[in-house]
């Protein structure tokens, strides 16, 4: 798609329902859902509800008509979309990203375009990170979203003078719930807690499930080409979180818990141990922990790795977190494949892995 035409006024002002025959969708947009699980479905945003989330983002990171967004995800998802959506409401510079993805080639397209501001997912980050480039002087910020970016990376790409800022979003909510701060990138990186954007409450639940509430929700879902409209001011998500004042510290997916000789154990916060014990030598698309499913414990543990990926990183990564780890978060013995079930933004597709990994045994 050109996502210039996301960036005119007569795209925007088009009230022709996303679904057809349903006016209730007149001026909407529909996105597929970019989640790890779940049951496929997409999201009904309206563009008022696309253009207030974009507006938020810019004041935000401080972009004005002299800024310039680069775009350099696909705009079928919400996080793409925003880019250009932020240019239109900015009345900034746009340009698009049409090379297939190479950290230099990108680094020179950002240079040559004079780009202010992105959005990124953590592998392009680390991809970055790997080309040793140094960031050009017109990037002002680089929000990452569509996952953890660990706290090694983050602060290497601040180090190289890539000015990245942690965010946590979802498509329900038309782009980003809660990002990090410009003035964040004095300071060394760290992933967490991020200030939620001001146009957003949140509230936490007995069980950890995080309840958003803003003008920038979604109007309601299309499954099998059939709309149900959000019945409520308040939507529960299906993540976990933590809150401190409007500190946002995003905990996984409540349906990536998994039983364990009958302990809940989270595989992403498992990850998320590895790459830290690794001290910056595993990359979120290096790795993955399979959970699969077993007679006797309900599931068995299982580090996945690329078959790129050093041996010896592995081994003396997996020693020390076997050393730490109670024994129902002990892992089993290491799989090396040569690819691993991720989705179009980086995402670990669970289901696809624990597949992949049963069907070796």
Same mark, same amino acid.
């Given at each position: 798609m050109d996502a210039t035409l996301l960036t005119r006024r007569d795209f925007w002002d088009d009230e022709t329902p996303a679904l057809p025959g349903d006016p209730r969708l007149a001026g909407h947009v529909l996105f597929e859902t970019? +989640?790890?699980?779940?049951?496929?479905?997409?999201?009904?945003?309206?563009?008022?509800?696309?253009?207030?989330?974009?507006?938020?983002?810019?004041?935000?990171? +401080?972009?004005?008509?002299?800024?310039?967004?680069?775009?350099?995800?696909?705009?079928?998802?919400?996080?793409?979309?925003?880019?250009?959506?932020?240019?239109?409401?900015?009345?900034?510079?746009?340009?698009?990203?049409?090379?297939?993805?190479?950290?230099?080639?990108?680094?020179?397209?950002?240079?040559?375009?004079?780009?202010?501001?992105?959005?990124?997912?953590?592998?392009?980050?680390?991809?970055?990170?790997?080309?040793?480039?140094?960031?050009?002087?017109?990037?002002?910020?680089?929000?990452?979203?569509?996952?953890?970016?660990?706290?090694?990376?983050?602060?290497?790409a601040r180090e190289l003078g890539w000015p990245v800022l942690a965010s946590y979003g979802m498509t329900e909510a038309g782009s980003q719930i809660a990002t990090q701060e410009p003035a964040d990138l004095g300071s060394p990186y760290e992933p967490a807690p991020i200030p939620l954007l001001p146009i957003w409450d949140a509230r936490v639940g007995e069980d950890g499930a995080l309840s %958003?509430?803003?003008?920038?929700?979604?109007?309601?879902?299309?499954?099998?080409? %059939?709309?149900?409209?959000r019945a409520a001011d308040w939507h529960t998500t299906s993540d976990r979180a933590e809150l401190a004042g409007r500190g946002l510290t995003p905990l996984g997916r409540l349906d990536s818990l998994v039983k364990v000789l009958g302990e809940l154990v989270d595989p992403e916060a498992i990850e998320r141990e590895l790459a830290l014990l690794s001290n910056g030598r595993l990359a979120h698309s290096d790795f993955a922990v399979a959970a699969v499913p077993d007679e006797r414990t309900e599931h068995r543990l299982v580090p996945v790795f690329l078959a790129t990926v050093d041996p010896r990183v592995i081994e003396t990564t997996l020693a020390c977190y076997q050393r730490l780890a109670p024994g129902?978060?002990?892992?089993?013995?290491?799989?090396?494949?040569?690819?691993?079930?991720?989705?179009?933004?980086?995402? %670990?597709?669970?289901?696809a892995l624990a597949e992949m990994i049963r069907n070796r045994a």
């Open positions: 970019s +989640g790890s699980s779940g049951v496929p479905k997409q999201v009904a945003l309206s563009k008022s509800a696309l253009q207030v989330s974009a507006a938020a983002v810019n004041r935000h990171l +401080g972009v004005t008509a002299e800024s310039c967004w680069g775009l350099a995800l696909p705009t079928r998802h919400v996080g793409g979309f925003g880019v250009a959506a932020r240019a239109f409401e900015a009345g900034c510079r746009f340009h698009q990203f049409e090379s297939r993805w190479d950290a230099e080639t990108f680094a020179n397209w950002l240079e040559e375009n004079e780009v202010t501001h992105t959005s990124l997912v953590p592998t392009q980050v680390h991809d970055l990170v790997a080309s040793g480039r140094i960031a050009p002087e017109s990037l002002k910020a680089i929000v990452v979203g569509g996952g953890h970016l660990d706290r090694q990376t983050g602060q290497r %958003i509430s803003g003008p920038a929700l979604f109007s309601g879902y299309v499954v099998g080409g %059939i709309f149900t409209p129902f978060r002990r892992l089993g013995p290491p799989v090396r494949v040569d690819f691993l079930p991720f989705g179009e933004l980086g995402k %670990i597709r669970r289901k």
